[in-house]
């Protein structure tokens, strides 16, 4: 049976959304049906089966647009399945292991029971200007 999945980011720079793009076309090559959507632009999570949710991090927190749509989401959100993700430590702690959500998200986790959260190493865009490092 085809899933018909939402994944919902918020982004500043775009690697969040790069990430979004993997996401949906891992999803499409399994034959879900995937829709990818700036949280901004999502409407409504009731014509979805399944929920994926990402942010940025900055200084340890998501974007307010994406904890916005969680609140606005929080009732539809825990009546499907869903999974979080974060992107933005530019070390290697994304890579050696399991970076657990960051307080907001964990608290977000729990209240919508979302199956599970994952934190992508961040990256440095060749236009980020010296001295004021930008993640998405």
Request: charged share 25%.
């Amino acid at each position: 049976m085809t899933t018909k999945v939402l994944a919902a980011y918020a982004t500043k720079n775009w690697s969040t959304a790069e990430i979004a793009r993997t996401i949906t076309q891992v999803l499409r090559d399994e034959g879900h049906r995937p829709e990818m959507l700036l949280v901004g632009d999502v409407v409504g999570v009731q014509a979805y089966d399944a929920v994926i949710l990402g942010s940025p991090l900055y200084e340890g927190r998501w974007r307010k647009e994406a904890h916005r749509f969680l609140r606005r989401e929080s009732a539809a959100l825990s009546k499907r399945p869903v999974w979080l993700f974060s992107s933005g430590p530019l070390d290697d702690s994304a890579s050696q292991g399991d970076v657990p959500p960051v307080p907001a998200v964990h608290h977000a986790l729990i209240r919508i029971n979302a199956r599970e959260h994952v934190t992508f190493g961040g990256c440095l865009r060749d236009d980020t200007r010296a001295g004021s490092p930008k993640r998405s």
